[in-house]
C-alpha cells in the first residue's frame, strides 16, 4: 500500500480524467466506483489497474477485507484522502473505495464466433447449491423446480442509440444474470464504460464481454458470422410470445426516442414487440430489453425442460 | 388564465410543500412534472387541480394545445414566473410546465372484489389498431400475431418496503402497460405520489389505482378477500417458469434490501423466483418485478391462444 496524498500527483489528474470518454479511450481505463462493485470485479476475478481507499472513511473497517484480497492478487493499493477521492469519483458524495479497471479486450470475430457454436439448451453444470457461476461466489440462488440451469450462452446483445446510462447498466446487469455471451454497443450509444453505467451495472461489466465499436464495424461483423438478428421494435414487429428466440441469436436493443438505427433494422430477420394491453405507450428501455431477454431464457429452459 | 407572480403566494408555498410527504398527505395532493406526464394526465382524462407553466420558457410554444384542452376541462391555469417554477418543482432544471394532481380516492375494498371477481384471460375489445386502451389514445402498438389482447386485470400488486424512486416509477409504468388492477403500497414503501417517483412512473400513476395504507391494514383485507398471494423472492422460491400466475393474483414485490417483510411473507401461498444463470447475485428491483408481471401476462395470452 501506498500513500497518496497530493492532489496535484499526476496519477490524480490521470484517474480524475477517466470521468471523459475521450480520456477513458486513450487510457484504455474506467472507473469502479463503491465497495459493492469492487467486490464484484474481485468476485469475478477480473483485472484492476489500481485500487483507491480513504483509510478515513467511516466506512474503511468494511473496506478490509477487500483490499487485503486485492493486493495478494498484486492489485497496485492508494490510500487517499477524501478531497483526492471526489475529485477522482463522478458521484457527488463518493463511497471511500473506487478501482481503475482497463478495458477489456474483447475480440469481435472470436466472440460471434463462440455465440455461433453454442448451442440452445445446453445445461450449465450446477453446483450442490443448485446454481451456476464463478467458483467465488458464496451465495446460492437455489429454487426448486429446476433440475439445471440453462443459460443464454448463445445469445449476444447488439445495443444501438441508448442513450441513458441507468437503461443501460440495468441492461448490463439482467444481461449478466441471464448468462448471455456478451454485448456489443455502437458508438451512437452511450459508453458502457461511462461511470454512471458502470455503477448502475452493479459489477456486471466485470463478468461479461462489452465492446464498443462503430456500427459498420459491428454490422459487417454480424453479416459474415451469418447469426440470426432479431430487433425491438416499439410498435409493429411479432408479439414477443409467438417469437421463437431459440438458437444463436444477437438481440438488437435501440435508444429510448428514435429506436434502431435503418442499418441495424436492416440487419434483423425479425422485428418483436412487447405487448402492452395496458394504455401506457412504452416502456423503460432498460426494462423492455430485459422481458425481452427472461423470454429468450424461458425458451431456452423450457427447450429442454 | 391567471397570473401569479409573487413567490410569497400563499398557493405558491402550498404547492411547493407537495415536495414533501406529510404535506402531501395534508393536502391529499401531488406534483406532476413536465409536459409529458402532464400530457398522460390529459390523455387518461384524471383529475388535475392546478396546471402551472411559465410563458416565458423557450418551450413555451409546445404547451398551448395541452393548455387550451385542460382549460376546457375546467382546470384552473396559471401563468408563473421561472422562479415559481424552480421553487415548487423538485427537479433542479423544471421545464417550463408541472400540474397539481388529487390523490386518487382508492376504495381497498372494492378494488379486491373486482380483482376477485375477474376472469384471466378475458379479451379486452381491441380496436382496428389492434389494441385496447382509453378512447383518448392516438397512437397504435399493433402486432401481428395477436387476435386479441388480453391483459392482467385479474392482478394487483403488493409493494413493501421498495426503497428506491426509479424502481417503484418503473414498477408502476410496467404495471400500467400490462394491464394490472392497481398497485398497493405499504407505508414502509417510497411514496408512490413522491415527485421522483411520479416521474419514472412517466404519467401511468394517472391511470391505474394506486392505495398508500399501512401494512396491516392492506394484510386484513387481503385475508378478507381470499385472494391468492405469490411473493417475489430473490432467492429459494419456485423459479419463475414453474409457477402458474393464472387466476385472481396478488404479486408481493419487497425491498431492494431487506425483500418483503414477515407479515407479507406469511400472507404467500407462493414464493417466486426468477432463475439468474449467469454469476450475477440480482437483478435491478424494478426490472425484477417488470419480469415478474409479463410472465403473468404471458401465462394469461397463452390461457385463451
Not at 497518496?4 to 500527483?9: D, V
Amino acid at each position: 500500500m501506498q500513500w497518496l496524498t497530493s492532489p496535484q500527483n499526476p496519477r490524480v489528474k490521470e484517474w480524475a480524467a477517466l470521468k471523459e470518454g475521450k480520456f477513458r479511450l486513450r487510457s484504455r481505463s474506467y472507473l469502479v466506483e463503491g465497495l459493492r462493485a469492487v467486490q464484484a470485479y474481485r468476485d469475478a476475478g477480473a483485472p484492476l489497474s489500481a485500487l483507491l481507499y480513504d483509510p478515513e472513511s467511516g466506512q474503511a473497517e468494511q473496506y478490509h477485507g477487500v483490499i487485503a484480497q486485492l493486493e495478494e492478487r498484486r492489485v497496485p493499493v492508494f490510500a487517499v484522502t477524501a478531497d483526492i477521492l471526489s475529485r477522482i469519483a463522478d458521484t457527488d458524495q463518493p463511497q471511500g473505495i473506487l478501482a481503475v479497471a482497463p478495458w477489456p479486450e474483447v475480440d469481435l470475430e472470436s466472440l460471434l464466433e463462440a455465440v455461433s457454436a453454442s448451442q440452445t439448451g445446453g445445461k450449465f453444470p450446477i453446483d450442490a447449491k443448485g446454481r451456476t457461476g464463478s467458483a467465488d461466489t458464496d451465495d446460492s440462488a437455489g429454487m426448486t423446480g429446476l433440475t439445471g440451469v440453462v443459460g443464454c450462452a448463445d445469445v449476444l446483445i447488439l445495443v444501438d442509440g441508448l442513450r441513458d446510462p441507468g437503461n443501460l447498466g440495468t441492461l448490463i446487469r439482467t444481461a449478466q444474470a441471464v448468462g448471455v455471451s456478451g454485448l456489443l454497443a455502437t458508438t451512437g450509444t452511450v459508453d458502457p464504460f461511462a461511470p454512471k453505467v458502470v455503477r448502475a451495472a452493479m459489477g456486471a461489466t466485470a463478468q461479461m464481454p462489452v465492446l464498443r465499436a462503430a456500427a459498420s464495424r459491428i454490422i459487417e461483423a454480424i453479416e459474415q458470422a451469418r447469426i440470426r438478428v432479431v430487433a425491438a421494435a416499439v410498435r409493429g414487429g411479432v408479439a414477443l410470445y409467438d417469437c421463437p428466440l431459440t438458437g444463436p441469436l444477437i438481440l438488437a436493443i435501440g435508444g429510448e426516442a428514435e429506436g434502431l438505427s435503418p442499418e441495424v433494422l436492416e440487419l434483423a430477420t425479425t422485428h418483436v414487440t412487447l405487448p402492452m394491453p395496458g394504455s401506457t405507450e412504452s416502456l423503460n428501455a432498460g426494462v423492455a430489453a430485459s422481458v425481452l431477454l427472461y423470454e429468450a431464457l424461458r425458451q431456452r429452459i423450457h427447450a429442454v425442460g
